[in-house]
Every structure is written in C-alpha cells, then in structure tokens.
C-alpha cells in the first residue's frame, strides 16, 4: 500500500487493531497475525470504536479493512477466555460426567457482534474489505458485510461454523442467501468447505479477486475513488440495494423516487450537474 500522504497509526505496532489514514480513507488493519487475526473481544471493541470514530469525522470518505500477515481473519478467537469452553486441557477430552460451565454465545454476539454489524452496515460512507488470505467463520462474514469486497488470489472464505456445532452468525444467513442464493448458501453454511478466491468472484460472493501482489494498491485505488465521488449518494445506494431485496417493484420505484427527493435538493447533485455541463472536474462534499 502506498505510503503517501499516510498518517501513521495512532496505535502501538502491537495493538490487535492498526488505523491510519491515507488523503480522506481511513485504513482498518487487523493485527493478531499469531492467530490469525481471529476476533477476541479485545479487538472487536476496538474495531467497532474505530468504526465509530471514522463515522464520526468529516474528514473519512471511505474505509478500507485488511489484515496483518497471511489471513484477513480467523473468526472468533476459540481460545478467548471470555468464551473458551470447558474441557479437559490434558485430554483435551470435554468431560460427559460433569456438566461444563455454561457460557452463552448469544451474550457475546448481542454485546460485541451484533453492535459491530451494524455499525458497518450503517456506515455513513462506503466500505471496502481487502481481504488478504483466509477468511473464517464470524471473519468471512464480517468481510462480506463490507460494500465491496476484493481478494487476492489465494484468499478464501471459510464458513466455519457448522465444523463447531455452530450456525453461522455476524450477518452470514442474512448475507450469504442474499448474495449467492439459497442452494449455495446452503452448501457453503452446511459444508463449511473452503471457497476459493476466485469461486467466491465467480459465485458473485464477493467484487473482485485480483493477483495477490495488487491487492493492497488495487483495493486503496478504489477506496480513493470512492472517497472523492458523492457519499451520501453512494451509501443511499446501499440502503436502497438493501432493501430493495423485500420491496416490490412499484415499493422500490417509489424508494427510489424518494431517496432522488432527497438528494436532489443536496450539493453534490448540483455540484454533479453543473460539472458535467460546464466540463470540470465536480468537487463533492456531502456526508
Ligand atoms: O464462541 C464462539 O465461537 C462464538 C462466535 C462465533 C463466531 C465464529 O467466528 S465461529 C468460527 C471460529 N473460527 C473457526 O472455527 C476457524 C478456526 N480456524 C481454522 O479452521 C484454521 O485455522 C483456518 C482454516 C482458518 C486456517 O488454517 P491454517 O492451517 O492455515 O492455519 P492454522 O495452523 O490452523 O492456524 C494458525 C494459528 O492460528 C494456530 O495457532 P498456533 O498453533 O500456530 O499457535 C491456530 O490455533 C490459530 N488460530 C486459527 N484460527 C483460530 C486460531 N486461534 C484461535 N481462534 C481461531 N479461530
């Protein structure tokens, strides 16, 4: 990735979460390579506040999330404390006899994964996801539920779940139906198999794969393009792609009559226009 106009992270080169900012696209890079960078609760925290912080500054047109070293993300950490199951660490066997401690899943995705989709999905501006090798279980959905999503070519995308007794969760039923349809959904949540980069382009799972040398460059060359077109209209799309999914035609049509009120009235629409009929360069600036 390039380094100009970068400012460098705020956060120790240690931090589980890097952040930097490149011209006005803030860089979200995950940092536990050790373990893949798999979620823990530490790093989720520290994900969504970032979120929330690129959010909230008027400065972020567009944010860019990757991962450190070989793996975008593992999924949650398995060995977290907070939710690491009890077994028998010499046998690594989970004793029948003794009822193991009881830790709710569910608490942990209400407190930490629920916030952290949500936010990403309600981003005031658009999303890209960089993903630079495997992408496990809560970490392959947390990509997806990106804007756009490209891939290098040896990354894939893991639905893990159901290898540990689980359903898959941080938006992936919701995501995966919508993207790729019910009988691949299917295979993939049932089998938990590993898709391939270039399968997951195929399949319409993600945007792009591309070679994996030009990951970096070609996922910031898109996310400053993204940053310099008209935001607000940008993320009204994704709203209006969204729900179209539940709409009837004639309840889209009228959505999008009334997103064009909207925008219409705003700068950019008028900054657009006159652009393209004065022949400049239009210069946008709403959020
Ligand atoms: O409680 C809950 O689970 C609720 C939350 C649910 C959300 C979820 O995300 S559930 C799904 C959790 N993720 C997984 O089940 C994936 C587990 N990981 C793997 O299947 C494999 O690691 C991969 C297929 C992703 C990659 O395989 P490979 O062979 O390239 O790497 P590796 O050797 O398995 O892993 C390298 C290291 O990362 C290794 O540590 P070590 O032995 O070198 O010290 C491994 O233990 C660690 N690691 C990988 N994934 C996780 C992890 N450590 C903790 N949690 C992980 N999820």
């Not at 530490?42 to 972020?60: C, F, K, M, N, S």
């Not at 450190?68 to 939710?83: E, K, N, V």
Request: glycine share 8%; with cysteine.
């Amino acid at each position: 990735m390039s380094t100009a106009n970068t400012t460098p992270s705020t956060a120790a080169e240690d931090s589980p979460l890097l952040i930097s900012t490149e011209g006005a696209v803030r860089v979200l890079t995950l940092n536990r390579p050790q373990a893949l960078n798999a979620f823990t609760t530490g790093l989720l925290g520290q994900l969504r506040i970032a979120l929330d912080e690129a959010a909230h500054d008027e400065t972020v047109r567009a944010v860019l999330i990757t991962g450190a070293g070989r793996a975008f993300c593992a999924g949650q950490d398995l060995s977290d404390p907070h939710i690491k199951p009890e077994f028998d660490e010499h046998s690594g066997e989970v004793d029948a006899h003794k009822k193991p401690k009881a830790k709710d899943i569910g608490n942990l995705l209400d407190h930490y994964y629920i916030p952290l989709a949500l936010r990403l999905r309600s981003m005031p501006v658009p999303t890209i996801c960089a993903v630079n090798g495997v992408a496990a279980g809560a970490g392959a959905n947390f990509a997806l539920g990106c804007d756009l999503v490209l891939a290098g070519q040896s990354a894939s995308f893991i639905q893990a779940f159901s290898k540990i007794g689980l359903v898959p969760d941080c938006g992936g039923t919701w995501l995966l139906t919508r993207l790729v349809g019910r009988a691949r959904a299917m295979q993939l949540a049932l089998l938990g198999d590993k898709l391939p980069a270039a399968d997951a382009q195929a399949w319409g799972l993600i945007a792009r794969c591309v070679a994996d040398a030009e990951l970096q460059s070609e996922a910031m060359a898109t996310a400053q393009k993204l940053a310099k077109m008209p935001t607000k209209a940008l993320v009204q799309t994704r709203e209006a792609l969204d729900a179209s999914m539940d709409l009837e035609f004639e309840d889209a049509l009228k959505l999008e009559a009334r997103l064009q009120s909207q925008l219409g009235y705003a700068h950019d629409y008028l900054e657009g226009a006159a652009a393209f009929l004065t022949k400049r360069s239009p210069t946008f600036k709403d959020r």
